[in-house]
């Protein structure tokens, strides 16, 4: 006899190898957190403190969004079906300016992480500010993030050469801490100058970040 955790019995996995094979008819054992194996249904003597029927279930690796708000949830339904320049600009903008702080940072991170959870995604790649209020949040709700340094053009105030430091130093900060990652996140070609991209990629380079941009995301006053 085997303990583990949890065991999930007779369900199908999509495997995620070469061949994206599934796995028909078989179980999962769950020891300390990790997946310790895969087996043919009943092949194995396995005892768990919780066993899960997962007959004609489908079994997925976590699911991953590759770009997130996070703290934005809380702003969900305030201006919808609008122009994005007239969203930003007559409506996030001023709201942000008035609403964002670290504590309502938190909460609605705490809020995004578990609604991602409850729908299988368990990796977020955040563009916001806050970093610490972002990873926190999401440590407590053990998902895993990638926070970023967001850069706007029109509040960015420090030396080009300072672009990277602070998500560098935020890194080196949660080095031991698996659940946490970083990025580079200048807004938007529309928001940065050519000098600021630049400035971002030479950052990321040489700090060896992910840069997280919106690339295409709208053109301002066309909806």
């Given at each position: 006899?085997?303990?583990?955790?949890?065991l999930?019995?007779?369900?199908?996995?999509?495997?995620?190898?070469?061949?994206?094979?599934?796995?028909?008819?078989?179980?999962?054992?769950?020891?300390?957190?990790?997946?310790?194996?895969?087996?043919?249904?009943?092949?194995?003597?396995?005892?768990?403190a919780?066993?899960?029927?997962?007959?004609?279930?489908?079994?997925?690796?976590?699911?991953?969004?590759?770009?997130?708000?996070?703290?934005?949830?809380?702003f969900?339904?305030?201006?919808?079906?609008?122009?994005?320049?007239?969203?930003l600009?007559?409506?996030?903008?001023p709201?942000?300016?008035?609403?964002?702080?670290?504590?309502?940072?938190?909460?609605?991170?705490?809020?995004?992480?578990?609604?991602?959870?409850?729908?299988?995604?368990t990796?977020?790649n955040?563009?916001?500010?806050?970093?610490?209020?972002?990873?926190?949040?999401?440590?407590k709700?053990?998902?895993?993030?990638?926070?970023?340094?967001?850069?706007?053009?029109?509040?960015?105030?420090?030396?080009?050469?300072?672009?990277?430091?602070k998500?560098?130093?935020?890194?080196?900060?949660?080095?031991?801490?698996?659940?946490?990652?970083c990025?580079?996140?200048?807004?938007?070609?529309?928001?940065?100058?050519?000098?600021?991209?630049?400035?971002?990629?030479?950052?990321?380079?040489?700090?060896?970040?992910?840069?997280?941009?919106?690339?295409?995301?709208?053109?301002?006053?066309?909806?």
């Amino acid at each position: 006899m085997i303990i583990c955790d949890v065991l999930l019995t007779g369900g199908s996995y999509v495997t995620m190898d070469a061949g994206f094979r599934i796995l028909e008819d078989h179980d999962l054992a769950v020891k300390d957190g990790k997946i310790l194996d895969i087996f043919p249904t009943g092949s194995k003597d396995y005892h768990a403190a919780e066993e899960i029927d997962a007959t004609n279930c489908l079994i997925t690796p976590g699911f991953i969004n590759a770009h997130t708000h996070m703290p934005m949830t809380y702003f969900r339904g305030l201006a919808d079906d609008l122009p994005l320049e007239k969203w930003l600009q007559e409506y996030i903008w001023p709201l942000e300016a008035r609403m964002i702080s670290t504590d309502f940072v938190y909460d609605a991170s705490l809020h995004a992480a578990t609604e991602m959870l409850m729908h299988g995604i368990t990796l977020a790649n955040d563009m916001y500010f806050h970093m610490g209020q972002i990873a926190e949040a999401s440590i407590k709700a053990g998902m895993r993030v990638i926070v970023s340094e967001a850069i706007i053009g029109h509040n960015f105030k420090g030396a080009l050469t300072e672009i990277g430091s602070k998500v560098q130093t935020f890194k080196d900060q949660y080095a031991n801490q698996a659940l946490v990652d970083c990025c580079l996140a200048p807004h938007a070609i529309y928001t940065c100058s050519r000098e600021i991209l630049e400035a971002c990629v030479k950052a990321a380079s040489r700090h060896d970040l992910l840069l997280h941009m919106h690339l295409s995301e709208n053109t301002p006053g066309t909806g």
